[in-house]
């Protein structure tokens, strides 16, 4: 049974995300990205190093992403973003990083990335998923019942580990494999991690956002929550959750 993630991924008269907002906000990020790029980067590495292990020379590769990719062994890799139209050519590898969260029709936008593989040809992709942010959801839940009296959708609802294998049925690659982890990042402060999240490009993007300035004791709320509920020798822990998927056309 598909599960509800991947439902709404389908519907099309559910549109999650605004492309518009989400290209001016990673506009704004590029400038200083680069500083706030560690998750990016440790996933990068993740990538290279599976690789690696695959005893297949890689001649014509293609980035899906928001950011340019640097692969140990792989010369130049154009990028493109998963909001910009694939270019005709058909590839021996493409590999995301962390930008698949965003599609709002992720089970199609893999079939279409597979059509783009030449026969025999590999994608490999890997995007927040899970329970990534789940401190800041929940607190932001709080704050907003306790400031609002009601809840927004601040933080984007993320596939599970048990949607990897659907998602790559769907596209009809072979040989699928589904891999699941976890970074912890423990901040200072909520203005720390709401930065980083900023720079990263990863802000709220949502069409059903609050699109209303905040109320002026708003973040104080939300700092308050997230402290009270996870704070750990006075830092505050943040979860990242990634789902790598890798198949074969």
């Known amino acids: 049974m598909i599960s509800f993630y991947i439902k709404i991924m389908e519907n099309k008269a559910l549109p999650l995300i605004n492309i518009k907002l989400k290209a001016q906000q990673l506009k704004r990020a590029s400038q200083n990205f680069e500083a706030h790029s560690f998750l990016f980067r440790h996933i990068e590495e993740e990538l290279s190093f599976r690789l690696q292990n695959i005893k297949k020379k890689f001649e014509s590769v293609l ?3 928001f950011w340019p990719i640097h692969l140990e062994g792989i010369g130049e890799i154009p ?3 998963p909001f910009e139209p694939l270019p005709q050519e058909k590839y021996d ?3 995301s990083c962390l ?5 709002d029709q992720l089970p199609q936008y893999l079939r279409h990335l597979r059509e783009h593989l030449k026969e025999n040809g590999l ?9 990534t942010l789940i401190e800041l959801r929940n607190s932001y839940l709080k704050a907003d ?13 993320m596939a599970r580990h048990e949607d990897g294998p659907q998602l790559m049925g769907y596209a009809g690659f072979h040989e699928p494999v589904i891999d699941f982890n976890q970074v912890n990042v423990d901040y200072l402060s909520l203005k720390q991690l709401l930065i ?14 609050k699109k209303t300035p ?6 104080k709320n939300l700092e308050k929550h997230y402290r009270l509920d996870y704070e750990l020798n006075r830092k505050l822990p943040t979860t990242f959750e990634f789902l790598t998927l890798t198949g074969w056309k």
Do not use: Q
């Open 145 to 157: 019942s306790e400031t609002y009296g009601g809840a927004y959708p601040r933080v984007l609802p």
């Open 196 to 209: 980083d999240l900023r720079m990263m490009g990863e802000s709220n993007a949502l069409h059903a956002r």
């Open 214 to 219: 905040e109320l002026p004791n708003f973040y």
């Open 99 to 103: 930008s698949l969260h965003w599609v």
């Open 79 to 81: 990028s493109y973003s």
């Open 63 to 65: 980035n899906i992403s």
């Open 93 to 95: 590898l493409i590999v």
């Open 123 to 131: 994608f490999i992709g890997s995007f927040f998923a899970g329970d």
